[in-house]
């Protein structure tokens, strides 16, 4: 998959300049914000269905780069030069998605198990730079990061009779973060952090063409390593 893209945007705009006729509605005072984006990722996937179980296993890589340019105040902080500011986020991803379901029973019972385990790894340089018409004059703040997270995980799904059916599961999060070549020294260093989130879900029925759930569990969601991207922490996701 491929994909790039560049843009020019009006941001906020005073109402005074369209009220004066200095711009109409769709103006802008800086026409330099805007900004331009790549990605291109390579996705592998092998798959195994047997009499009993199934093995997925999917391997991924990506590269993407974000420059992106924007002036809110215009020439408030800043007579001269403006306003402008830049936010670059270049980086390069690569994961491991495999999981492997065992068919059996529990007594007289179909059920499923599952082993999973995911990990990716991000190698991540971004920053937030002073810029004039999108040329970089001065830097607020830099950084090289690199994270890594695995998850191993298990899950067990069981229908038990025809009108009862559950499904239970644990999962562990472990993250590696490592920050150098900071511009701010005190931002470099290693942390390491994990998290183990259980789920139990059951589903009652149908009666009347009608089902009943009761889904309880623990988890997380992490906005920290992915711009538009919200992590799902379920079990077997």
């Given at each position: 998959?491929?994909?790039?893209?560049?843009?020019?945007?009006?941001?906020?705009?005073?109402?005074?300049?369209?009220?004066?006729?200095?711009?109409?509605?769709?103006?802008?005072?800086?026409?330099?914000?805007?900004?331009?984006?790549?990605?291109?990722?390579?996705?592998?996937?092998?798959?195994?269905?047997?009499?009993?179980?199934?093995?997925?296993?999917?391997?991924?890589?990506?590269?993407?780069?974000?420059?992106?340019?924007?002036?809110?105040?215009?020439?408030?902080?800043?007579?001269?030069?403006?306003?402008?500011?830049?936010?670059?986020?270049?980086?390069?991803?690569?994961?491991?998605?495999?999981?492997?379901?065992?068919?059996?029973?529990?007594?007289?019972?179909?059920?499923?198990?599952?082993?999973?385990?995911?990990?990716?790894?991000?190698?991540?340089?971004?920053?937030?730079?002073?810029?004039?018409?999108?040329?970089?004059?001065?830097?607020?703040?830099?950084?090289?990061?690199?994270?890594?997270?695995?998850?191993?995980?298990?899950?067990?799904?069981?229908?038990?009779?025809?009108?009862?059916?559950?499904?239970?599961?644990?999962?562990?999060?472990?993250?590696?973060?490592?920050?150098?070549?900071?511009?701010?020294?005190?931002?470099?260093?290693?942390?390491?952090?994990?998290?183990?989130?259980?789920?139990?879900?059951?589903?009652?029925?149908?009666?009347?063409e009608t089902e009943f759930y009761l889904?309880?569990?623990?988890?997380?969601?992490?906005?920290?390593?992915f711009a538009n991207r919200l992590v799902?922490?379920?079990?077997?996701?």
């Open positions: 998959m491929a994909y790039k893209a560049d843009w020019n945007s009006t941001d906020q705009i005073p109402r005074r300049a369209v009220d004066q006729g200095l711009i109409d509605r769709f103006g802008n005072i800086d026409p330099t914000d805007g900004g331009d984006s790549q990605r291109y990722s390579l996705t592998t996937e092998w798959h195994k269905l047997t009499d009993s179980g199934e093995t997925k296993v999917m391997a991924y890589g990506l590269y993407s780069k974000l420059d992106l340019f924007s002036n809110f105040t215009f020439f408030l902080d800043d007579p001269i030069r403006g306003d402008q500011f830049a936010q670059p986020d270049e980086r390069w991803t690569s994961g491991l998605k495999a999981t492997h379901t065992f068919f059996h029973q529990i007594g007289n019972a179909e059920s499923e198990s599952t082993l999973g385990l995911q990990i990716r790894n991000d190698n991540i340089n971004n920053g937030l730079l002073l810029t004039q018409a999108r040329q970089r004059y001065d830097t607020m703040r830099e950084d090289d990061v690199w994270v890594t997270s695995i998850s191993p995980y298990a899950e067990n799904k069981t229908r038990w009779n025809d009108w009862l059916r559950t499904s239970l599961g644990v999962r562990f999060d472990g993250f590696r973060f490592n920050v150098t070549h900071s511009n701010i020294p005190e931002n470099n260093g290693n942390s390491t952090d994990g998290l183990v989130s259980p789920k139990l879900g059951i589903v009652f029925g149908p009666w009347a889904n309880g569990g623990l988890g997380f969601h992490s906005k920290l390593l799902d922490f379920r079990c077997g996701s």
